[in-house]
């Protein structure tokens, strides 16, 4: 890899569900300003190991986290860190699009103002500008005090994009963003990424090969919890070192 | 052979028709037993709202019987003050209870809650009516209302209410507890990721989306207050005057007719007017009901906001 420092380091990761052993000695670095694909057979721990970058899996009665994740060299999972700030830190894009019970101009807003914005033009602002980046604004620019609720599938996901960058994130969360989308809307979400890449660092699980290779700057492939393999795009889908990543990619398993 | 699976066939294709008939039927009938019921207590009570204005029957406090008048303020009045202070005190406690059993509870106080609430659901109101009488009224009498600087038999609208207050809460916890259970877990995760507090996430996404819900779980504790008789009846003190204060006693329409119905009918015209503020009752209970049905099936906003 290049010599810029990773922006998220995973050391000996280990997740447990109840009994159930999720995610194995999980150790990588996350590059920085790239886009991550995070593959694997589903049910292989993709969304877990996501969601332990912003400690969301601990919200969950049984979950038992040990070992470290460093974000820009901080651990998240040090006892004294505060939590809020650590999740200020990532914009989280869900399976299904979930717009908050409010405008949609609220909904952007909404992030700004739980960390104490106020100022109704710098608001405005805001709002503005990150319906711009996620390229959003036109569509909605006459009707923002309308309810979210109200837009598009796809709509609502770019919605949730703007929510999640208002905050000012340096890492979006990608949790198959586009599998409730249709491949209109998935391009669209697609072409973001690829523009947000040059100021964020982005990291996506999907269970699609191909939107994968179309991304990713970086592969991690998981196996039943295991990090089998990681390296740069090119490299996992030309020239896989694991047999099971062989199989996966060439579709043995899935 | 033949025409025995001819039978048999069209045997089965009659059953299956009959079945579909009968449970209609009972559906109908069951609806029908609401429709005549109004019907007859509006018949039945027609010798009173038939000659004078339902307005004036409403508003006037004069209530007289052997005189021939019939003013149903005082009890609308008792009933309406003695709902009021059970759903202020009720409430906020059912609420705030139901916030914290779904969102911070851990689970095993969750789950064990659960049945103690049922159960609480399950006791007869006359039990809840002795121990008005037994804890309740004295405490009225002896500690509240001379807190208050006023003297009480203890008989009054604020023991009914308390008393009442505990009767509604098991409903409005359940019903808002299923409510905010019914709010996605993504939700909560979208607004947690962003930074937000969970308090902050629970005041604005999580009792927003959850509004129209709760707004009908309280709507449906008000109308089982509004009609419960027999535990108010014995707390209330039954003074048919319209009452100043909350600790006056007073005489909600329900125990109106439970103390009265089938005793003074010698009086003229005294059945037609108990029969007609058990119309009222049952039309006000209905109204609630249809009101927090419409808000829950989210008709009105849930489609807007909610999605």
Known sequence: ?254 | MLSSFVTIYARRLFVDRAAKRVLELVVVCSGLILLIIAGTLYFRSLPVHGQAHWGSLLMSREWHPSRGQFGFLPFIAGTLWVTGVAMVLAVPVCLLMAIYLVEYAPRFLREGINPLIDILAGIPSVVYGMWGVLVIVPFVKNYLAPWFGVSSSGYSIIAGGMVLAVMVVPGIIHITMEVLKSVPQELRDASLALGATKWQTIKNVVTRRAMPGMVAAIVLGLSRAFGETIAVLMVVGNVARVPGSIFDPAYPLPALIANNYGEMLSIPMYDAALLFAALILLLVVLYFNVVSRLILSGTKWSSYYYG
Not at chain 1, 60 to 74: C, F, H, I, R, S
Not at chain 1, 114 to 138: M, P, R, Y
Not at chain 1, 168 to 189: F, M, N, R, V, Y
């Open chain 1, 1 to 254: 890899m290049t010599g810029i420092p990773p922006h998220i380091s995973v050391r000996d990761l280990n997740v447990f569900y109840g009994k159930d052993h999720a995610l194995k000695d999980i150790s990588v670095d996350i590059p920085n300003k790239k886009i991550t694909a995070i593959i694997g057979p589903s049910g292989c721990g993709k969304t877990t190991l996501l969601k332990s970058f912003n400690r969301l899996l601990e919200r969950a009665d049984n979950v038992k986290v040990t070992g470290q994740v460093l974000v820009d060299g901080e651990d998240i999972y040090d006892p004294k860190m505060e939590i809020t700030h650590i999740r200020k830190k990532m914009g989280l894009l869900s399976q299904k699009p979930y717009p908050l019970p409010m405008s949609i101009y609220d909904n952007i807003a909404y992030g700004p103002r739980i960390h104490g914005e106020q100022n109704k033009k710098k608001l405005d602002k805001i709002v503005e500008h990150f319906l711009k980046t996620a390229s959003l604004w036109e569509e909605v620019k006459d009707k923002l005090h309308g309810p979210a609720a109200r837009l598009s599938v796809g709509q609502q996901q770019r919605l949730c994009l703007a929510r999640g960058l208002a905050v000012g994130p340096e890492i979006i969360l990608g949790d198959e963003p586009t599998s409730a989308l249709d491949p209109k809307s998935s391009q669209h979400i697609e072409k973001r990424f690829i523009e947000l890449k040059e100021r964020y660092t982005i990291i996506v699980v999907t269970h699609i090969l191909r939107q994968a290779k179309r991304l990713a700057d970086y592969v991690l492939f998981l196996y039943m919890g295991r990090l089998i393999e990681h390296g740069p795009a090119q490299a996992i889908f030309e020239n896989p070192q694991q047999e099971m990543t062989k199989e996966y990619i060439f579709g043995v398993i899935s």
